[in-house]
């Protein structure tokens, strides 16, 4: 975490409903401080204090974990981070280890659940999308090389972000919500003077980290799966950018104070959450006035990750791109808008997803 992430974060405790958003300050009595050797803005491990109520959260792998129950997070995730911050070459220190399970001593013992998005597999697989060309490698004659070639200039990310720049402007302070492994954070940045990407999964949060500020330690490469354990190591193209910093929060409770962004994007999430109106209503709230919005989402709505009562649309005869339509409506004029933004997912050589995205861009009022 570099040091000037401090002057835009704050604390994201919630007391009786209400967010903190506390000053948060970096602390040194439980905790020593750990800095990167070639870089001393660069805090590696640590912990941060709110001024206000005094909550305390911990940095991880240069990661700052800015959610509700900073210390139940880790604990839910502890093999996962503690994997990821030894393979980077900056394992938990002795006293940060001791002060997470003492912080769970209480709790039930730790079983670690299985989480899509913090599988290794599932990061490759963002990882392909996200930032190579993958159907390249798909054999001569392979049926979907041509479907590909169709969309070919037209995939997801030149288009969401052709409908987007027209809007945007270099003195922007930009906001990625649920950036995954970085790959919107990273089109943003050829914009905008700095660019937050918001990501809960430690894993993605740590990758996109190591894509685009390469530390703790550059992301090289990948694997693209085949076909059962058959696959090949591919190597990742550069996408450092200096202007981006990553931190792990929850899109439903930013740590952000109210009107600190020009532009918020929230790219294929909104059907993922547990609060999708919470969301946006968050992604409102850290706009500036005439700030711009950017959604794009294929609805594919799930019960196990959003609640039926809690779904925009896609009940009652009410179609979501309606539904979304008119909440962004509310307090938003809308400035463009696309039906149909293809966007394909590798998983093996003989097995795709392809989804295709309604895509708003939209200026608050």
């Known amino acids: 975490m570099q040091k000037f992430v401090l002057d835009d974060i704050c604390c994201p405790a919630r007391m009786e409903g209400d967010a903190c958003h506390g000053r948060l300050v970096l ?13 001393k803005d660069e805090l590696v491990e640590g912990i941060l204090a709110c001024q206000d109520c005094g909550g305390a959260y911990p940095v991880l792998c240069g990661l700052p974990i800015l959610v509700t129950d900073p210390w139940h997070y880790l604990w839910d995730r502890y093999d996962t981070i503690t994997g990821l911050a030894r393979e980077a070459g900056f394992p938990v220190g002795q006293t940060m280890d001791q002060l997470i399970r003492t912080k769970n001593a209480d709790t039930a013992p730790r079983t670690e659940k299985e989480d899509k998005y913090e599988s290794l597999a599932t ?3 963002y990882l392909a999308v996200h930032f190579d060309d993958f159907w390249r490698t798909l054999p001569e004659g392979h049926p979907f090389r041509a479907i590909v070639h169709d969309h070919y200039g037209s995939d997801f ?22 950036c995954s492994v970085g790959r919107g954070v990273y089109e943003l940045a ?7 990407g918001v990501e809960f999964a430690f894993r993605s949060a740590s990758v996109a980290r190591r894509v685009l500020r390469h530390f703790p330690c550059p992301m090289n490469d990948y694997w693209l799966k085949f076909d059962g354990d058959i696959g090949e190591k591919r190597l990742l193209p550069d996408f450092s950018r200096d202007n981006v910093e ?5 899109a439903a409770n930013l740590p952000f104070s109210p009107n600190s962004f020009g532009v918020t994007n929230s790219w294929n999430i909104i059907d993922r959450l547990a609060d999708p109106e919470g969301t946006i209503a968050e992604q409102e709230r850290v706009l500036r006035p005439e700030g711009i919005l950017s959604l794009t989402s294929p609805y594919n709505w799930n019960t196990a990750l959003t609640g039926r009562k809690r779904w925009i649309g896609g009940t009652k005869g009410v179609r979501t791109a ?12 809308i400035l463009d808008e696309k039906a ?9 050589e003989r097995f795709f997803e392809v989804f295709f995205a309604h895509g708003l861009i939209a200026r608050k009022r």
């Open 190 to 196: 050829g914009h905008c003077k700095l660019v937050y």
């Open 322 to 333: 309606d539904a979304i339509r008119g909440r962004i409506l509310q307090n938003f004029e």
């Open 340 to 348: 149909y933004i293809p966007w394909i997912f590798w998983i093996f």
């Open 246 to 250: 990553i931190v792990v929060a929850s």
């Open 123 to 125: 990061t490759h697989e």
């Open 157 to 178: 990310y030149s288009v969401a972000v052709g409908m987007l720049e027209p809007f945007l402007d270099p003195t922007m302070l930009a906001l990625d919500l649920g």
């Open 27 to 39: 602390g040194n009595e439980t905790v020593t401080p750990v800095h990167a050797r070639q870089d």
